[in-house]
């Protein structure tokens, strides 16, 4: 019989609502503060949810463990990435060796976009945001590519292969790349769309979401 992605959904979902059932029945537990980090906190978490619940469901010696740090740490970097929060500003090298600042692009719309050469999803997803780009770069919007390769000469020909005309950045630190620590990414593609001011107006806006949602923004300036 074959596996379809709903099988595999549900499958994941049953294991997801398991091990929340298990965590709120021990709360006393160190397996249920792993499972926390593991169940509860998958991408695109919400920190505030996740800060209540690991303050009601732990006591202050699990939450003073190490896997309880990591967990607070999570937290507070999520937290700083929310919709409405100020966009972390960040430095890093662009393809041609020069310094980019993010705050240099304050007064334009911006999409800090999170990617790799290596990554099949985002080389799939880049269709979609080569379509946004060419439809608004002309109207005060700009794409910051932040790219968690390792090696430059691959990031480089990805870039060519897959027609990406905006600004590429990267310390080529792979995972600890210091811009997706500060956001807390923990999977790619992942992407901010930041306002004028550098205020978060919305994140991971994939497929056409993107160009609706930019469509929504520049009809209503017109």
């Known amino acids: 019989k074959l596996i379809t992605y709903d099988t595999i959904q549900v499958y994941v979902d049953s294991i997801k609502a398991e091990a929340h059932r298990f965590i709120i029945s021990h709360p006393g537990s160190y ?3 792993q499972r926390f980090l593991r169940h509860e906190m998958p991408k695109n978490f919400d920190p505030v949810v996740a800060d209540k619940e690991f303050n009601e469901l732990f006591d202050e010696d699990l939450r003073q463990t190490p896997t309880g740090k990591i967990i607070a740490n999570k937290i507070a970097i999520a937290k700083k ?3 409405g929060k100020e966009a972390i500003d960040f430095s890093q090298t ?6 980019f600042k993010l705050s240099s692009l304050r007064g334009k719309y911006v999409l800090v976009d999170f990617w790799a050469s290596w990554c099949k999803p985002c080389r799939a997803e880049n269709p979609f945001v080569v379509k946004a780009y060419n439809k608004y770069e002309d109207q005060n919007f700009e794409i910051v590519g932040v790219s968690l390769d390792a090696d430059k000469e691959s990031w480089k020909k990805a870039v060519k292969k897959d027609g990406l005309p905006w600004i590429h950045v990267s310390d080529l630190k792979f995972w600890k790349n210091e811009v997706a620590v500060q956001y807390g990414i923990n999977s790619v593609p992942s992407n901010f769309l930041v306002n004028p001011e550098g205020v978060i107006i919305a994140k991971n806006l994939r497929g056409d979401a993107l160009t609706e949602r930019l469509s929504d923004i520049f009809d209503k300036i017109e």
Do not use: E, N, P, R
């Open 31 to 33: 397996v249920a503060l």
């Open 94 to 99: 662009t393809l041609d060796d020069k310094v």
């Open 81 to 83: 990435s929310q919709i």
